[in-house]
């Protein structure tokens, strides 16, 4: 009910980059997942994705990528968390009358033995934390809009419940 007015966002999450598209009305961003933080004494978000790199020779800020790890796709939950919010909200633009979106986030990467439940759990976690109503999450090859609206995936990945 109501699907219609929750914006369907397909969210393609690599090591290298993070791809965001509203289905519905095609507006994109990809960038590198990277995120600056502040070293203060009161660590605050000072950019993400692109914005990132404008702190990477500065002392008072730290810049990481919370999706690059030898044997998984998270290292840093938290900061996954802000990086996804800050890039959700670069695409859907905050207005008193927006709807949370429904997320299909497609996990781009085979880690040896496939995602354990720990993993899928916390990337489903990550996503409603960034502010998604609904989170399907997808591995396989890449979606087109039409499945991503019609919640119709190919037989050739699956659904990670």
Not at 70 to 76: E, F, G, I, K, T
Request: glycine share 8%.
């Amino acid at each position: 009910m109501f699907d219609f007015i929750k914006p369907p966002l397909y969210i393609r999450l690599s090591p290298s980059r993070l791809a965001v598209r509203n289905v519905k009305t095609g507006e994109f961003i990809s960038e590198p997942p990277d995120i600056a933080i502040y070293r203060g004494p009161k660590p605050k978000v000072l950019g993400a994705g692109d914005e990132a790199a404008l702190y990477k020779s500065s002392k008072s800020a730290q810049v990481l990528n919370p999706f690059s790890h030898p044997r998984s796709l998270m290292s840093d939950f938290t900061a996954g968390e802000q990086v996804l919010k800050a890039f959700v909200q670069k695409l859907h633009k905050k207005s008193f009358l927006s709807a949370a979106p429904r997320m299909v986030f497609h996990l781009q990467g085979d880690p040896a033995g496939g995602f354990t439940q720990v993993e899928i759990r916390a990337f489903r976690e990550m996503a409603l934390g960034a502010g998604a109503c609904e989170v399907t999450l997808w591995q396989g090859q890449d979606l087109t809009d039409e499945q991503v609206l019609s919640r119709n995936y190919p037989s050739t990945g699956q659904v990670l419940e």
